[in-house]
């Protein structure tokens, strides 16, 4: 078992496929996040198949939206580019039972750091 600060370091390259946080869905914008029951804290999705990102995307009902490919580090840097966003979390495959969350405070270590 590892932490989770582990498992960003060792797939900081592992590619990404997410979409904008905002989006046009059947009733306007709105952010996509997921939230657990009883938590205050948001978790941005990204998925490891554009497949995958599609079809969550469908079934929230956005009608429209851009495909971002990107690795893990690059995905959890533009969370932090934001000041709203940087607040967020990141869940890999939140359809799947494999899902993996990243809490806001866990991003890529600089490898002097490790």
Not at 1 to 8: C, D, P
Request: hydrophobic content about 40%; overall charge neutral.
């Amino acid at each position: 078992m590892i932490s989770v600060q582990q498992f960003v370091n060792l797939n900081e390259k592992k590619i990404l496929f997410y979409s904008t946080p905002f989006v046009t869905g059947k009733n306007g914008d709105f952010p996509v996040t997921l939230q657990k029951n009883g938590s205050d804290t948001l978790y941005f999705p990204a998925f490891t198949s554009s497949a995958a990102l599609t079809a969550y995307l469908n079934a929230i009902g956005c009608t429209e939206h851009l495909i971002i490919k990107g690795d893990l580090k690059s995905v959890l840097a533009s969370l932090d580019s934001h000041p709203l966003l940087c607040e967020w979390g990141l869940v890999v495959d939140p359809q799947s039972p494999l899902a993996v969350e990243i809490p806001p405070q866990i991003r890529v270590q600089p490898k002097c750091l490790r």
